[in-house]
């Protein structure tokens, strides 16, 4: 083996291309990357960078030297074209760049709003990289209108930086309520009830019909017959994993660049990490869009090119930052059926965790708001595959630590 090929430069990818050289890969290693700045940190963009309070270079997951001195061909502003996997070459800027090992980290792309409503229109944002944060910067005036579409994390995130730079905010969610694919209603009620004493105006169970304005947005006709003034508007309506290169190589996807527990692809010499991979995970498949996630994953299947031959088991978590709120996520809660309330006493402050269980009664997850002791103790069970009796967790009395012994 001499040389690995990265395509993608984000988070599982530099992760991936530092695991190497940190287990003594001494052959080449090139990170191609479409953007055109280094690597960076993606959660921040929505918060502490669109609040100003970041400069670029501290979102850079290393600093721009380190990977001259670590012998790592860092290609930023680079679109790969497509992969030939009967030569292993990949195309780029119509060069053919050969790889002995080739890993896709093409990460996901945010769902777009549909032109026949509006959303081709000037002043309409999606919220996914650098440079999607800095076109909309401008617009975050004391003052300015503002419609958030989508009321998952992302949306919510955006929604709290701008009401801190003193916008009015709507956020309009089109399901029944906001976080509903990923949290219970008990989540989305507190977290709700946060935006709600701050002055956002959340409306659930409403979609947008159309957007309005002559080349750039002035409006929003949404799916209940209102009609809101805006100035600007932010999409945060998902991700969708990018597989595109994969798919034209002839990859299997499913859900995602479909992978087995070690991270290869169904064509020999090809990975694939990060929020564009799906891969096997008890009993079912599963795709997991966070950070970690990234870390983990891209540094186990470094780990397996360099012959560990270790299957992939995620403990996944996963937080967001909105105001004062810090909202800590452990474990997966698909098919709960049961969730226990846990409110610690002695505060106004918002501090409690719901604790969901699946109906033989195992833990699942762990929602926890202001919380660190709840989200620690709860993590540790999930890893341990230990379920606390669940009239013990909701008593504020009892002692969360001693679930641990």
Known sequence: MTRIVVVGAGQAGTSLVARMRGRGFEG???????????????????????????????????????????????LTGIRVMSIDPDTRTVIVDGDRLAYDELVLATGARPRDLPSGIGGGLDGVYPVRTLG????????????????????????????????????????????????????????????????????????????VAGLTGQGRVDGACLSDGSRIEVDFVIVGIGILPDIALADAAGLDIDNGIRTDSFGRTSVPGIWAA??????????????????????????AVADNITGAEAPYQPVPWFWSDQYDLKLQIAGLNTGYSDVVT????????????????????????????????????????????????????????????????
């Not at 100003?52 to 979102?59: I, K, Q, S, V």
């Not at 730079?165 to 219970?184: F, K």
């Not at 989305?188 to 409403?206: F, K, M, N, P, Q």
């Not at 799906?278 to 994953?297: C, H, M």
Request: hydrophobic letters at 40%; aromatic letters at 6%; one cysteine or more.
């Open 274 to 299: 990060g929020d564009c991979a799906s891969f096997p995970f008890e009993g079912r498949r599963i795709r997991l869009e966070s950070v970690q996630n990234a870390i983990d994953q891209a540094e």
């Open 132 to 207: 999607d944060v800095d076109s909309m910067a401008q617009e975050f005036q004391a003052g300015a209108r503002v419609l958030v579409i989508g009321g998952g994390y992302i949306g919510l995130e955006v929604a709290a930086v701008a009401v801190k730079r003193g916008l009015a905010v709507t956020v309009v969610e089109m399901t029944d309520r906001i976080l509903q694919r990923v949290a219970a209603p008990q989540t989305s009620e507190a977290i709700r009830g946060l935006h709600r004493t701050r002055g956002v105006d959340v409306r659930e169970g409403v979609g």
């Open 28 to 74: 080449g290693i090139t990170l191609i990357g479409e953007e055109p700045v280094p690597p960076y940190q993606r959660p921040p963009l929505s918060k502490a960078y669109l609040l100003g309070e970041w400069p670029a270079e501290r979102l850079y997951l290393r600093p721009e030297a380190y990977y001259g001195e670590q012998d790592i061909e860092l």
């Open 342 to 405: 846990r409110r610690e006493p002695g505060t106004d402050a918002l501090r409690e965790s719901h604790w969901y269980f699946c109906p033989d009664g195992r833990l699942l997850a762990v929602d926890a708001m202001n919380d660190p002791r709840a989200y620690m103790v709860a993590k540790r069970l999930i890893e341990a595959g230990k379920t606390p009796d669940p009239a013990v967790v909701a008593d504020p009395s009892s002692n969360l630590k001693a679930m641990l012994r």
